[in-house]
């Protein structure tokens, strides 16, 4: 086995260390998607499932043999079903997922992270399996013109070497994204078929609201599923951490488990939890003024610091981050 620090230093592995290979289980009547969303999804499948006929028996290959790999971009908003709709194509192609993400494939050495992402297309071209590349607006994202820095060389190299693996790969490449808009505009062309993931409607809603029931789930009486579906406008996504929280808010009443159920206000309560904590996660509460008070008395109580001034949050974090990387050393070391 290698040593885990010099890997770490050197962000040298094996490919397969930078992706997570799934064997999909999840099929196409996994995913409830509205009816625009379902039309696009089955006219991308018609071209996977079209492309020997087209490519080999119409010749087209010879007319354009760098055009061949079947490229799909995903977007829309998290929990719309895009990551279950890649693992249903795979299911349909009888294949492995790849799944990629920036942070697996990202080093912190000059030239490693390309080299990744073409061990990752060589790992795919080896098991036949079909690429996803999660979050990929932060792989794919815009090229700079400015190149002051070694940072913006470094990703412009990676850009290049993805554009150029995809012109050379065969199989099937999904991108899945929130955040279309920061493609870099070469991928347009190289991209199939871009599909947009809408949020699901309140018939949608109500029946993801439903297959996340199981036969053996304890429902009340007052549960309305149309009724949540009408009240809160949600994704998929949302829907299944609502009902786990609903289920844990219900299983940890007092009173014996034989007569516990969920009720409509356990699945209210926990849908305003969920969309509570998503507001706090699009904000920054340092540019709150409102929460100013609280923090800094937070911060007063936790650490000693009388205000939130940008030198001292630097400097303790930079700090932090030191002696974190210090001790991380010493373990791997022992």
């Known amino acids: 086995m290698s040593n885990p ?14 992706v997570e290979s799934v064997i999909p289980k999840r099929t196409f009547d996994d995913v409830i998607l509205p009816p625009a969303t379902r039309r696009s999804l089955d006219q991308a499948l018609a071209h996977v499932t079209q492309h020997d006929l087209i490519y080999n028996r119409w010749g087209l290959r010879e007319r354009h043999p760098n055009s061949l790999a079947l490229a799909f971009n995903f977007a829309g908003a998290p929990g719309t079903g895009k990551t279950i709709c890649a693992e249903a194509i795979a299911h349909a192609l009888g294949r492995r997922l790849l799944i990629v993400r920036y942070a697996e494939v990202e080093s912190m050495w000059m030239g490693e992270t390309a080299k990744n992402i073409s061990a990752v297309f060589r790992l795919a071209r080896k098991d036949n399996a079909v690429l996803l590349f999660d979050e990929a ?3 794919a994202s815009r090229r700079s013109t400015s190149l002051d820095h070694g940072f913006i060389r470094e990703g412009n190299t990676v850009i290049n070497v993805l554009l150029q693996e995809l012109e050379r790969f065969t199989g099937v490449v999904i991108f899945a994204t929130n955040l279309a808009a920061n493609f870099d505009p070469a991928f347009e062309r190289r991209i199939r078929t871009h599909l947009l993931f809408e949020m699901p409607g309140v018939d949608e809603r109500e029946r993801i609201w439903r297959v996340q029931m199981h036969a053996r789930t304890p429902l009340a009486k007052d549960v309305d599923f149309r009724a949540l ?6 994704s998929g996504g949302d829907i299944r951490n609502a009902v786990l929280k609903a289920a844990m808010a219900a299983a940890s009443e007092p009173g014996a488990d034989a007569f516990k159920a969920i009720h409509q206000r356990h699945f209210e309560g926990a849908m ?12 920054s509460l340092l540019d709150l003024p409102a929460a100013r008070p609280e923090i800094e008395t937070a911060l007063t109580r936790a650490y000693g ?12 974090s930079a700090l932090a981050l030191i002696v974190s990387i210090i001790a991380l050393t010493l373990t791997l070391v022992r």
């Open 137 to 139: 607006d932060s792989i």
């Open 229 to 234: 579906a009408a009240q809160f406008e949600v």
């Open 272 to 283: 305003r939890e969920v969309q509570t904590a998503k507001k706090v996660m699009r904000q």
């Open 305 to 316: 610091l009388s205000a939130l001034n940008p030198a001292v949050v630097l400097t303790t």
């Open 5 to 18: 620090l010099l890997r770490i230093l050197t962000g040298m592995g094996d490919s397969r260390d930078v």
